[in-house]
């Protein structure tokens, strides 16, 4: 499974989203960044939120966004 499949996972499996710690602890990859963007590419719609840590650091989390179907 690649890297990109992994993260796509990882998103589908966690609603309340993912950041780059996530991933490299989870899927190994370094560049979260470049796979959200290769997913984003191939038509997912995936949010970014920045978050500030308790010791003021901010990071971005990443949500995946299900379409809404209309009934």
């Not at 690649?2 to 899927?27: H, K, V």
């Not at 970014?48 to 379409?67: Q, S, W």
């Amino acid at each position: 499974m690649s890297q990109t499949q992994a993260i796509y996972r990882l998103l589908r499996d966690r609603p309340d989203g993912i950041t780059a710690i996530d991933a490299l602890n989870e899927c190994g990859s370094f560049r979260l960044a470049a796979r959200i963007s290769d997913l984003r590419a191939s038509g997912h719609h995936i949010e970014a939120a920045m978050v500030t840590l308790p010791n003021g650091k901010r990071i971005a989390r990443y949500v995946l966004v299900e379409p809404t179907l209309w009934r």
